[in-house]
DNA sequence: CTGAAAGCGCTAACAC
DNA sequence: GTGTTAGCGCTTTCAG
């Protein structure tokens, strides 16, 4: 059984390699830097050598020196939030093919655990990709100042950016309900920290202006299934045909909290979410959402740090923006199926039985 | 506009402190070390003099002399398994309070990733917290030589371990759906690497024998909804009236696929899934399912390896077991509720248009 | 192409 | 308590 009161086993170093190669250590060194300027059949003796003595370049070590740690920072702004997966995946993925190691930090919806998070890490990381910050946009440019820094589903100037075409996407859930019949959407708002809520709200009252429907605002709320819940129960009081939830988490627990209400969903009221994370496709009725690329998201921000991290100057011109699609799934429907029934859809107002008769 | 071609800025050293301070470097060092060895005054002066050159003590100089990182490493199944989200959060949690930063890895049900990641990380972090590791024992035991290292959802000999208590909450589900008269219980399941999985089946099968319900197994499947909705196919071939399924992603793509059958849950078949993640509350029917504490497991296991990694000897008797607890919500029901009705489960072999009528 | 020497920023022995 | 002296393992001048 292990003892690990002590530090753990010595590894061979570079010195014992040299040793037994008959080199000196800063031939071992070149050996193993990109373009091994050594004389190739040394290299080679020193490469079986290392092989057998099991010697691993210790990171740290060459950190020290070389001021590169090969790791990079990725912040999330919650990790329960299913978006994130996906993000994670693609940036892990690009992290490892540039030989680097990822540190994910979740700053759990908090501005301040988040900056002291990535205090702590600052000095570890040779970068960081901010998902989602909720930081203020000083905070990060201080940030950003220290560490080549990319920002996902945020657009600050004068930093290297990476978002979703939010105004394509909401412009065609605009449309989508308008064809569908619907004159007024209501947008349930997300945090206000959250740079994505805001663009969302401002793309729909520019779309509601060109295609003539109406909107309006309520929240914010927690953008959580929770959050949706209570925005239901203000919904109920200000009734709605359709509604633009801020994601995907939020549009779950509104269909919740509305269906307890014995509101029916798409019956009495459209309901659009955001993100297209996987729950979307498994409640009742399926959710109709704007699919991002989220694995693309996490990759580019990263493949765009890695260059920056190599030397690049990250082009602050414009964000990279990335494409969105509707998905339309069964929580919107035409307004008003049945003509004769010009009522307001709340007509309902005490709590059915049994929400499950919504066969329409 | 910042340049980052170059490194990062020169941040002071301990060296700028103590010429400022008027001290040597290493009383410099002692003022920063835990217990202050320094006269409280001088500490104060140097505490300022390091504050208003904003000095940070750098972390990596200081592992490689005290080869202690202050990181560790957690290593967790699949990332897009919402159930890792509360553990995670438990370990950083635990990992934060005790001064050390979390680097994630997510191994994508992949023995060759995780091994490979692993290594990779190994010489950085001083300590390694295994979620539901698909690697072999050996291979888990080699890594346990090198560093401390705690398991998660497993159980190994000479390794410290965290388990949930399995065999309970297994003998919960068998007892729940014996009292709702089902003498027959179908095990779905997961990824045969997956110890839980195992764990599971065994103690279905001697809950079955002491229950007086006969048991079967079917798969292995992936432990994902698309995993479960293949079950589904294969379970339409070999009717039953009660599934427990290795995790609730599989019991949730099994009640799709089911549905898509013509197939009603609970009224046909009734289903329970294991971990309790946030979508078994949001499927319809809801899933009755087995609860285990993520968050503390996260944080028991990561506070666990950090007494470790402080010197404790991992008291690695037997592992340390956290309760379950059985949620019941509507996806489990009697069986065959109209009496008259003795035939088999599953009657109705053609799809039926709308399987919304289970008003039950 | 290779060796020698210096040092990254910090801590750990030792002395005083 | 505090200063002095060595390094941790590696890279990087600078010579040859």
Redesign the pocket.
């Known amino acids: 059984m292990p003892d690990h009161t002590s530090p753990p086993d ?9 040793a037994e190669a ?12 990109k373009p091994s ?7 080679e003796r020193i490469r079986q050598v290392a092989e057998r003595l099991g ?8 950190a ?4 590169r740690t090969h790791m990079i920072a990725l912040v999330i702004a919650d990790i329960t939030n299913p978006v994130y997966a996906e993000i994670v995946r693609g940036a892990q993925e690009a992290a490892m093919s540039g030989e680097y190691t990822t540190v994910l930090i979740d700053a759990q919806e908090s501005d301040r655990l988040e900056r002291a998070a990535i205090e702590r890490a600052m000095s570890t990381v040779d970068g960081i990709v901010l998902a989602s910050s909720r930081m203020s946009d000083s905070a990060i440019r201080m940030f950003a100042k220290q560490r080549p820094v990319v920002v996902l589903n945020r657009a600050i100037s004068d930093v290297p950016c990476v978002v979703t075409d939010n105004p394509r996407g909401v412009r065609r859930v605009a449309e989508h309900l308008g064809e569908l019949g619907h004159d007024h959407i209501t947008y349930v708002s997300g945090p206000q920290a959250s740079w994505p809520n805001g663009t969302r709200w401002r793309a729909l009252l520019e779309a509601g202006m060109e295609l003539e429907i109406k909107v309006r605002q309520i929240g914010p709320f927690s953008p959580t299934i929770e959050g949706g819940e209570r925005a239901a129960v203000e919904l109920f009081a200000r009734p709605a045909t359709a509604v633009l939830a801020f994601n995907d988490q939020m549009a779950i627990g509104l269909i919740r909290g509305l269906n307890r209400m014995g509101v029916d969903v798409p019956g009495d009221v459209s309901i659009v979410g955001f993100d297209n994370i996987p729950a979307a496709d498994i409640v009742t009725p399926g959710l109709t959402t704007v699919a991002a690329p989220l694995y693309a998201e996490g990759s580019a921000a990263t493949r765009h740090l890695l260059t920056m991290i190599r030397g690049a100057h990250g082009h602050t011109g414009r964000p990279m923006v990335l494409p969105v699609r509707l998905v339309i799934r069964r929580s919107t429907a035409t307004r008003n199926p049945s003509p004769g029934r010009a009522r307001s859809p709340w007509v309902r107002q005490r709590p059915r039985p049994n929400p499950a008769a919504r066969l329409s």
Chains 1, 2 share one sequence.
Not at 64 to 67: E, I, P, Y
């Open positions: 010595k590894r061979a170093t570079i010195y014992d390699v040299a008959n080199v000196s250590p800063s031939t071992v060194s070149r050996a193993f830097s300027r050594v004389n190739s059949e040394t290299a010697y691993r370049t210790n990171p740290l070590a060459r020290l020196t070389t001021s």
